[in-house]
Structure formats: C-alpha cells, structure tokens
Nanobody, 116 residues
C-alpha cells in the first residue's frame, strides 16, 4: 500500500508560481510512474503531467506545457510540480497519483486558487 499526501497549494495571483509536493509513505515509489491530475469545480478530473520511474520523458497536457515542470526524488519518495505563470483556469484541486501496472494510488488533493 502507498499513501500519498499532497501539500503546497494555496491562493496565488495571476502570473504567480506555486510548487506542489507529494510525499509517499508505506512503500518506496521508485518503480512507479508518478502523475499529477487536477479537478476544477464542476469538471472532470484531468491529466496534468507524468514522470516515469527514472525521471525521464516527462509529459504534460497542452494546457500546462511550458509552464509546469514535474520532477521526482526517489531518495525522498516525493514528486513535485512546479507551476509558473499561473492562470485563473489553473484553479483546481490537484492530485498526485502513483501507478505501476494495476496498482494505482491517489492522494487526497490540495487546492490551488489563482485570483485575478
């Protein structure tokens, strides 16, 4: 079992930056793909970014590409999401996910609100 806890959300102005972190416990996540999703009020949860187990080939949704950066630290059992140039449409609850084969674990989410 893997427990994931996100942190770093908050209120930020348009154009600002936030760094989200997701800490894993219960098991090492070094062999898991790690992802970030977000869910805006009234909308479906959507993919934001993914990083492979070894940190290579990160991928991003078109809406965040060039503004967000996903990274992982396997020694610390964490994954982060650096968010720059934030826009009002980035407002959402952000969730991290660990995935390896059929095993999928979600965090409880952290709220990001971008005010104009």
């Amino acid at each position: 079992q893997v427990q994931l806890v996100e942190s770093g959300g908050g209120l930020v102005q348009v154009g600002g930056s936030l760094r989200l972190s997701c800490a894993a416990s219960g098991s090492k996540i070094s062999t898991y793909a790690l992802e970030w999703f977000r869910e805006a009020s009234g909308k479906e949860r959507e993919f934001v970014a993914v990083v492979s187990w070894n940190g290579t080939n990160p991928k991003y949704s078109d809406s965040v590409k060039g503004r967000f950066t996903i990274s992982r630290d396997n020694d610390k059992n964490t994954v982060s999401l650096q968010m720059n140039s934030l826009k009002p449409e980035d407002t959402a609850a952000y969730y991290c996910r660990a995935r390896r084969g059929p095993n999928i674990y979600w965090g409880q989410g952290t709220q990001v609100t971008v005010s104009s």
